[in-house]
């Protein structure tokens, strides 16, 4: 929960609103509160459209798949709908339906009738943004609130700033002509199921490309609700294909041979088997990869913000967040407040109903990752890490996850190391500037990073000896469709967002 987003919040100390009224009687002062609690919130859902069973949408059209899987409410573990599998026949089906829209219609059309599209769809999404938010949050577990105030604003404000550049290619790239590069396959994870497909979609499209989308298994939801909204925008057939399946269907789509470009975020691991069926085609690639930021904390920083900034660093969408500023350093002589301040500030978390509006930690996404986060949080204790967990009490069905500290955590421990993808945090100190930076930069990754501090000329000095390709200063997990977002080394290859996002699906000539 990013700060600016935290007026309204419960975290906002339910304790104080506690406080005894003026005759003693121990009543709360605000009659939303209930004893220690805010009075639930629900958002409502009944004007949700959600429907029982989805085809594939290619070429147009609404297209069986002979296989089905289901997807779930993972606070609930009620099913949603069932949607169909794209086997090799559907993709190759959707990668020509792609094809056929690129030659026909799309790439030939000229950039300011594109953006027409593209504008339209953006403000589709707007008006539709309230149901859109209640889905992603059923299908995927995150807070309302963020889906509401962070996902659904700026899925719309990346269709409208991509649809501006439609028509001023020639002004992104001067002196070049930019062509675009054909049919694009692209991938994308369950974290932020809507706001990844709209980082894909809309500087592609913008640039005369038409694709062919595979959402993850587990969050295909509003994916394909967004293929309705492009059906009422009127798009021509094909130019956006949206077929649903598992990591299989994926993994036909980049290796279709007719497929120009793979644009791909996920995991690291998944990341490097793309590159290897990639390698020696010809073909262009991105990926958006995985991370493990390092939040560090100067001595001389504002440290109530500081510790809200850890807070949204790694406790928005339950740690879900590849840029989650997941490996906090704190300087040594402020390292014992800064964690008492913490553990307190965790305390007030709501953890619980993701439709409530005063939820700040959901349910995490899938029982699967739910077994990875505990896997590694087990191997921190082993290793010798000290552990600490939120009281909170964790609903019985769905799969929870208590945001969790670590402390006494060495470089070489697992849960400093790899990526947990979930509400986790591994504490180190540092005395030096110099420790702070080798401690960051000792990671296969370079996804983001923060640094906070009382001193302009410290954040200059520290980010540009940080290797990550974003980097905050005294804030944490800010986004904006005009600023580049991607990493280096093992987190990625590629920029999405800003004047850099179109540059992936061009070629200049
Ligand atoms: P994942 O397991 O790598 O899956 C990502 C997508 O790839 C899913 O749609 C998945 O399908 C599909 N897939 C799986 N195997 C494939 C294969 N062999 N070939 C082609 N596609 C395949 O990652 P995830 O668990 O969904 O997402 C979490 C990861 O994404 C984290 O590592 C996170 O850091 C990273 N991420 C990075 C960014 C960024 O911008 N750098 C942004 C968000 C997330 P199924 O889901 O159906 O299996
Ligand atoms: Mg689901």
Known sequence: MPEGQKEGAAGAKPKSARAKSADGAGKSRYDFVEGDRYAPAPESSDHVSLRDSYQLFIGGEWVRAPRRIETINPATGEVLAEVGEAGPRMVDRAVAAARQAYEKTWSEMPGRERGKYLFRLARLIQERAREFAVVETMDGGKPIRESRDIDLPLVAAHFFYYAGWADKLDYAFPGRRARPLGVVGQVIPWNFP???????????????????????????????????LIEEAGFPPGVVNVITGAGKTGQNLVRHPDVDKVAFTGSTAVGKLIQKDLAGTGRRFTLELGGKAANIIFDDAPVNQAVEGIVNGIFFNQGHVCCAGSRLFVQEGIADTVV?????????????????????????????????????????REEGARCWQSGQKLPRKGFWFKPTIFTECAQSHGIVQKEIFGPVLAIQTFRTPEEAVEKANNTPYGLSGGVWTDKGSKIFKITSQIRAGVLWANTFNKFDPASPFGGYKESGIGREGGLQGLAPYVELR
């Open 340 to 380: 008492r301040k913490l553990k307190r500030r965790m305390e007030t978390l709501v953890l619980g109903d993701p439709l409530d509006k005063n939820t700040d930690v959901g349910a995490i996404n899938s029982q699967e990752q739910l077994e990875r986060i505990r896997v590694l949080v087990d191997s921190g």
């Open 194 to 228: 809507l706001l990844m497909a709209a980082w894909k979609l809309a500087p592609a499209l913008a640039c005369g490309n038409t694709v062919v989308l595979k959402p993850a298994e587990t969050t295909p939801l509003t994916a394909l609700k967004l293929a309705e």
